[in-house]
């Protein structure tokens, strides 16, 4: 019968190898909590913010949907980051310093959550924050499908990432950014839909006559 080894009754930290063999037994237990703590700071395990979640989006604008979500996951969350992306692609109404601009206004009373914005994959940006999680709504079966196909690559180029999908509270689920920019520059009211601060800044981009301004209260 081959003799297997006993499992050893110590603490791990007392069972440290060579070449800690010199130390004593206090010494050796700061050097494993050490090394523990490092390893799970690489592994996101450890974050001096507490539990983090990742909101991303092109917020163009910012509406009370996007709101909805990250006041819900404040529930969740210790903090929230408010990660506005630089998106080559889209043509933006508003230029990221002025998304950025108007959401440190509408949360500024709201320390725990941090605004801020990033270019490239959103993997990179995530790895520098030390967040583990992505925060999306879903308004619909239809958003499913593309950011379920989106939670699946970023899992797959970060292994200890993970996507929180919530749900749209029902007041907001027809909304989108998309849409509000669309009403607006029709000349439509977004009342209700958006922050009155977005509101003005729509009513700016889109230079309506005064008497439109009026009618749809959007007069100063």
Known sequence: MPK???????????????????????????????????????????????????????????????????????????????????????????????????????????????????????????????ARVLLRGLRATSDFEYEFHMASMNRSLSPYLDTLFMMTSKDYFFVSSRTIKEVARLGGTVEGLVPDLVARRLKEKFKLPVGKKRLIGWED
């Open 4 to 130: 297997f080894r006993e499992r050893s009754t110590q603490p791990e930290w007392q069972c440290i190898p060579h070449p800690f063999t010199g130390y004593t037994a206090e010494e050796r237990l700061i050097i494993y909590n050490g090394v523990n703590e490092m390893g799970k700071r690489m592994k996101g395990e450890i974050n001096e913010m507490g539990k983090v979640a990742i909101y991303p989006g092109s917020f163009d604008p910012l509406t009370y949907g996007h709101i909805d979500i990250v006041e819900r996951a404040l529930d969740i969350f210790d903090n929230v980051i408010l990660a506005i992306a630089h998106d080559a692609e889209k043509k933006s109404l508003f230029t990221v310093e002025e998304r950025i601009k108007m959401a440190e206004s509408i949360f500024k009373d709201t320390p725990r959550v941090i605004v801020d914005s990033f270019k490239g994959l959103l993997v990179n940006y995530v790895e520098k924050t030390n």
